[in-house]
């Protein structure tokens, strides 16, 4: 919404997601409704879709962009407003799986859309099976601003502020610490066998979530608190310094799409151990820019982790095929161009 806005569109945003939402946006006009789950499904649905309705009739805007909420499709589509959707992750992973209600809604709001974006191929394939045209799915990952993350920054100060010496080996995490398919705990049962083979190792988990105490729980009870730092939510714009201070990064989850997190550590340089799914292939080649394994495997984790600790020749090369890749295909700059036409070609 900031890009857009800084390339003079008028910007409004409808949703039931304050969380996600900067407290102080200037760059565009929010409207927030009542926040909707499963739980309070019945009793928000129609007075939310109602809300949207009107918003809709009020703003009268050139172009809709739906992003995930397939059960909002319906007011967009009586107000006979064009549309994009854009759909990532889990939301769209999970429909082969799905019942026939979640299906037929998404092949509805599929079919509806002018275009489709998503962030991997593997989701591209997904929207295919199920019936959208080829032709009206395009790839745009998420993008990488590399004028923040990238190897130039300097990580050295939070190695002091986490009491990390010169000679350690730091592993990072930066997935969040909620949902199962994140599978953190992975990591943290990996770190009892690297230390049986590697002394001189740091572990960072950067991240927030209902997860936080299970995990730091057991943490402790596996006698490790003194190789792992919790360091929480940390200031976006900051991440860039936790990962150029790290010389491995890892990721953990058995479902997942194209990883923001993953990009923003392939743009700092740090080489990447992360779960053999077809979202990570697109980006991670086995021994080529990075190391996978199994998911939920940590006894193979561990086994990629020690690989790379004592291999920095390996890891350098990784890291620098890593920035090359993000440049060549997922810079912010790009990925913002690649919407725009899209927005362009339906004006």
């Known amino acids: 919404m900031e890009a857009f806005s800084k390339r003079n569109y008028e910007v409004h945003l409808i949703t039931d997601s304050h969380a996600w939402i900067a407290p102080k946006i200037k760059f565009a006009s929010v409207y927030t409704l009542p926040s909707m789950n499963r739980a309070n499904l019945a009793q928000r649905l129609v007075p939310n879709t109602l809300k949207i309705a009107k918003l809709l009739r009020t703003l009268d805007p050139d172009l809709v962009h739906l992003h995930v909420q397939h059960h909002y499709t319906l007011p967009i589509i009586l107000s006979r407003h064009q549309y994009i959707l854009t759909s990532w992750g889990a939301e769209v992973l999970s429909l082969p799986h799905a019942d026939i209600f979640t299906r037929s809604t998404a092949k509805m709001t599929g079919m509806k859309a002018r275009r489709i974006t998503v962030d991997a191929h593997c989701l591209k394939d997904i929207w295919m099976r199920i019936g959208i045209p080829e032709d ?61 083979k590697c002394g001189n190792v740091k572990f960072i988990i950067k991240g927030v979530g209902p997860l936080k105490n299970q995990l730091r729980n057991l943490v402790d009870e596996s006698g490790v608190q003194k190789y792992v730092r919790f360091v929480g939510l940390v200031p976006h714009p900051e991440v860039a310094q936790y990962l150029t201070a790290s010389d491995i990064y890892v990721s953990t989850p058995f479902i997942d799409s194209t990883s923001v997190s993953l990009l923003e550590a392939m743009a700092c340089g740090v080489a990447p151990i992360v779960t053999d ?39 350098k090369r990784f890291g620098e095929r890593c920035i090359s890749i993000v440049k060549q295909r997922a810079s912010w700059e790009k990925c913002v161009n690649k919407m725009e036409t899209i927005y362009q070609s339906l004006l």
């Open 136 to 196: 009206k799915i395009e790839v745009i990952p998420f993008g990488v601003d590399l004028s923040i993350f990238n190897p130039d920054v300097d990580g050295l100060d939070v190695r002091r502020r986490l009491r990390i010496k010169e000679n350690d080996t730091v592993i990072i995490s930066t997935r969040p610490l909620f949902n199962d398919h994140y599978n953190v705990e992975c990591l943290i049962h990996s770190i009892p066998l690297v230390l049986e």
């Open 277 to 315: 799914i077809p979202g990570n292939r697109e980006w991670i080649k086995e021994g080529i820019n990075g190391l996978l394994f199994q998911p939920k495997n940590y006894t193979a984790l561990a086994e990629k982790i020690i690989q790379l600790i004592e291999n920095d020749n390996t890891r």
